[in-house]
T-cell receptor, first 114, second 108 residues
Framework: NAGVMQNPRHLVRRRGQEARLRCSPMKGHSHVYWYRQLPEEGLKFMVY????????ESGMPKERFSAEFPKEGPSILRIQQVVRGDSAAYFCASSKQGKNTEAFFGQGTRLTVV | GIQVEQSPPDLILQEGANSTLRCNFSDSVNNLQWFHQNPWGQLINLFY???GTKQNGRLSATTVATERYSLLYISSSQTTDSGVYFC??????????FGKGTLLTVNP
């Protein structure tokens, strides 16, 4: 039973380019969360999605960032026109239910903006 | 929002030593998890423990929800235990709020 799969593991983008981060939840999990870990900081919630729905995006920057979890395929976190400050580790987590349940994390995508 | 404080921030041990990591939180919680972030950055689930005590090998955890703290015990530490240990809590919604972590270094 595969865990949460994220790809790519490492991504290098030049300033102004787009970054696409993918996440496939654990089998049987329909709740997906994205967290960001900035250098020297803990992990911060960004967005919570269920299939085809964004439930809560209160932790996501208002501009340039978007997320989706389509009916088929992985969840995508998209960052447009990346800037150096977007360099961070982005983690995806999944769970069976939305509340009161264990969340499992992927290995993360390390984004470096040069 | 809920506050999560972890202590100590840093801990250096000799292989074989025991340690206790603490997590205090400022409000009642529905969910509490302990994670180990290894030197490669991977987040590994250790315990899902909103209350009570659990054990897994050399690791055990206790959460006293009424007093708003959780403890992670590591016995007979090994060099592979090195990394950052995070406590994360879910209060009234589905979001996990993470502490800043304890950086553990186990020397051979």
């Amino acid at each position: 039973n595969a865990g949460v799969m994220q790809n790519p593991r490492h991504l290098v983008r030049r300033r102004g380019q787009e970054a696409r981060l993918r996440c496939s939840p654990m089998k049987g999990h329909s709740h997906v969360y994205w967290y960001r870990q900035l250098p020297e900081e803990g992990l911060k919630f960004m967005v919570y999605l269920q299939k085809e729905n964004i439930i809560d995006e209160s932790g996501m920057p208002k501009e340039r960032f978007s997320a989706e979890f389509p009916k088929e395929g992985p969840s995508i976190l998209r960052i447009q026109q990346v800037v150096r400050g977007d360099s961070a580790a982005y983690f995806c987590a999944s769970s069976k239910q939305g509340k009161n349940t264990e969340a499992f994390f992927g290995q993360g995508t390390r984004l470096t903006v040069v | 929002g809920i506050q999560v404080e972890q202590s100590p921030p840093d801990l250096i041990l000799q292989e074989g030593a025991n340690s206790t990591l603490r997590c205090n939180f400022s409000d009642s919680v529905n969910n509490l998890q302990w994670f180990h972030q290894n030197p490669w950055g991977q987040l590994i689930n250790l315990f899902y423990i909103p209350s009570g005590t659990k054990q897994n090998g050399r690791l055990s955890a206790t959460t006293v929800a009424t007093e708003r703290y959780s403890l992670l015990y590591i016995s007979s530490s090994q060099t592979t235990d090195s990394g950052v240990y995070f406590c994360a809590v879910e209060s009234s919604n589905y979001k996990l709020t993470f502490g800043k972590g304890t950086l553990l270094t186990v020397n051979p």
